[in-house]
């Protein structure tokens, strides 16, 4: 089964991917972490990016083809994905349609997260995330770190992304309502779309995202990957 998950920065969209890729035994593919894994190479490439990254654009639709394209090739057909807020344009909705249809998958359900823009502005800045590869996220209000600055996880220091300003913010909700709201409004065309309110605590957004799925789709239990 593949889910998507839409909704802009700030509504949960990563603590609800990493639940389900429990819940599911699913891999889970986030566009951003994989370009911010990318932009930390000094590289050609990797300079390129981080400079989108860091003025908070998008980057090209080649660049995600490929990123999407590499990652594909590491989960074997059948396996549950979670796909992280990607696509993020109609362009690139084609292109992942087209990719996993020459795996004779398609997407099976797409999951939005609908949340205000200034509620996703205060989550945003009220965020420290894990330095290390997992980029765990913590909240000074909601989720905070056992002890100040350090992950609970794995030690490493907690970091504010630097993508993360109310000015980049800003420019990334634009982009989410000019570019990815067309892209929920083709899967709606499906018959495929469940929105669930955002503005809630992500542990009751998480929940009910798992009632939505479940209904849809049956008990959980049922749908572990198929080549397991
Ligand atoms: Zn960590």
Redesign the pocket.
């Known amino acids: 089964m593949i889910i998507v998950l839409e909704g802009p920065q700030g509504a949960g969209k990563g603590t609800c991917a990493q639940g389900l890729k429990d819940e599911l035994d699913a891999q889970v593919f986030e566009s951003g972490r994989e370009l911010r894994k990318i932009a930390k190479n000094d590289s050609g490439l990797g300079r390129e990016l981080k400079g989108v990254l860091d003025s908070g654009g998008l980057v090209s639709d080649g660049h995600i083809y490929f990123l999407t394209k590499d990652w594909l090739n590491t989960v074997p057909v059948g396996e549950n994905m979670i796909l992280d807020g990607c696509p993020r344009k109609l362009t690139q909705t084609k292109d992942i349609e087209k990719l996993l249809a020459m795996r004779g998958e398609k997407i099976d359900f797409v999951v939005v997260l609908c949340i205000s823009d200034e509620v996703a502005v205060g989550r945003l800045l009220d965020r420290l995330i894990?330095s290390?590869e997992?980029e765990?996220v913590f909240n000074f209000n909601s989720k905070p770190p056992k002890s100040e600055g350090i992950?609970d996880?794995?030690g490493?220091p907690l970091i504010r992304r630097v993508d993360e300003t109310p000015v980049t913010i800003k420019a990334r909700l634009k982009n989410y309502h000019q570019e990815t709201v067309p892209v929920i409004e083709y899967f709606k065309e499906r018959g495929i779309v469940t929105e669930v309110d955002a503005n809630m605590p992500i542990e009751a957004v998480f929940n009910e995202v798992l009632k939505r799925i479940t209904y849809r789709f049956g008990p959980l239990e049922n749908l572990s990957s198929i080549s397991k």
Do not use: P
């Open positions: 894990c290390g997992m765990q992950c996880y794995d490493l």
